[in-house]
């Protein structure tokens, strides 16, 4: 009975702890999920001289803290994007185009009977020397070339391999330039098939593509030269093909460069400021597009309503 007496106090005691007293056990923490930034994609689009713009627009991009994590690359573009990805940057790839003498990348053999004019191997070589002769694999940045298979049309991506080479075949103007042999197949011109390159750009991993698209519009001018004739010929023929794929980019940069000739080099120091004036313009849309798809990225999953 005693017994009985001590043990109430204390069952009571411990009934109003356990209902004042105690605190609930606070569910486990859930770690914070940071999403990835998303990677940014440059597609730099055909245009033989006017190519010189793509330098100036990529030194726009850095200057505002825009920095590619992918670059793709045809023709003219896939020259400077080869060399971006290498790792020079903007200002250093305008020393090199500033000092850049058209021997240096122009093997012309006549009566070849090969399919052109240009051999292209000085090309091939030049770009191998600035990029220290390094396979794509191993660029500072991962690189794309499109090329287009002559012998069925089929639109071609190198990522791998001899990065010159890549380079030649993403460049090698029909009529103008020999087509590359590469394993057998034989490679002309990207702009033939991607005049610019936005899906290779995909491809490589890019969630948010800047497009810079520097081709000819057939605006009823006559091209001077061989050169500018083919070349015309070539973006009239992939117009349509071209506005397709960049209807697939975020943002499509247009430096106004069409009053530049295909084989206008002396006037590289123009394109690249075209380049500069047309980046900036975007600018502001360029950056509200960025934050808008970082804020949706960071965002957390909507609730699910139960009933």
């Known amino acids: 009975m005693r017994a009985t007496r001590l043990l109430l106090p204390l069952l009571a005691t411990l009934a109003l702890s356990a209902c004042f007293g105690s605190k609930p056990t606070p569910p486990p923490a859930v770690p914070m999920v940071v999403a990835p930034k998303p990677r940014i994609g440059l597609a730099l689009g055909g245009g033989a001289a006017k190519g010189f713009a793509h330098i100036g627009v990529i030194k726009m991009l850095?200057?505002?803290?825009?920095?590619?994590?992918?670059?793709?690359?045809?023709?003219?573009?896939s020259v400077v994007g080869a060399l971006y990805a290498s790792g020079m940057d903007p200002f250093q790839m305008q020393e090199q185009a500033f000092a850049l003498d058209e021997s240096k990348i122009r093997d012309v053999s006549l009566f070849s009977g090969s399919g052109g004019l240009v051999q292209g191997q000085k090309l091939q070589d030049y770009v191998n020397q600035l990029v220290g002769n390094r396979s794509m694999e191993k660029?500072?940045?991962?690189?794309?070339?499109?090329?287009?298979?002559?012998?069925?049309?089929?639109?071609t991506v190198f990522v791998r391999g001899n990065t010159g080479q890549a380079v030649?075949?993403?460049?090698?103007?029909?009529?103008?330039?020999?087509?590359?042999?590469?394993?057998?197949?034989?490679?002309v011109d990207g702009g033939v098939v991607s005049p610019v390159p936005v899906d290779a750009a995909r491809q490589l991993g890019a969630d948010f593509v800047i497009a810079v698209d520097i081709?000819?519009?057939?605006?009823?001018?006559?091209p001077n030269?061989?050169?500018?004739?083919v070349g015309q010929s070539i973006s009239i023929m992939g117009q349509k093909l071209g506005e397709q794929e960049l209807a697939r980019a975020d943002t499509?940069?247009?430096?106004?460069?069409?009053q530049i000739g295909a084989t206008d080099f002396e006037q590289k120091n123009q394109a690249i400021l075209e380049g500069?004036?047309?980046?900036?313009?975007?600018m502001p849309a360029i950056k509200a597009k960025l934050a808008a798809l970082e804020a949706a990225r960071k965002a957390p999953p909507a609730a699910v309503a139960t009933h």
């Not at 081709?215 to 006559?222: I, L, P, V, W």
């Open 62 to 77: 850095e200057a505002n803290g825009i920095h590619p994590d992918v670059v793709a690359g045809t023709s003219a573009g």
């Open 139 to 155: 660029l500072k940045l991962p690189f794309a070339a499109v090329s287009t298979q002559l012998e069925d049309g089929h639109r």
């Open 225 to 229: 030269g061989m050169l500018g004739v």
């Open 168 to 187: 030649r075949a993403s460049s090698s103007i029909p009529g103008v330039f020999q087509p590359v042999e590469i394993s057998g197949r034989h490679y």
């Open 276 to 282: 500069e004036r047309a980046a900036m313009a975007a």
């Open 252 to 258: 499509v940069i247009r430096p106004k460069v069409n």
């Open 215 to 222: 081709s000819s519009k057939a605006s009823g001018s006559n």
